[in-house]
């Protein structure tokens, strides 16, 4: 996932990509479900603090911490 973040990349794509690795691993998102929650990954940009649901924002030229 580290080579995917960068800038125009929407946070959708990010989440679909988790999503689509996890199942070919046999695993199961944990987040997906979980209390509603409607994805695979939290993605938190800038003013989210916790619990960044993916969407079609595109992440601009910045720092990025993982």
Do not use: W
């Amino acid at each position: 996932m580290k080579d995917l973040i960068k800038p125009g990349v929407t946070t959708e794509e990010l989440d679909q990509f988790a999503e689509e690795l996890i199942l070919k691993s046999g695993a199961t998102p944990a987040f997906k479900g979980y209390r509603g929650y409607p994805k695979s990954v939290c993605v938190e940009i800038n003013e989210c603090v916790v619990h960044g649901i993916p969407d079609s924002r595109r992440l601009k030229e910045g720092v990025f911490r993982f």
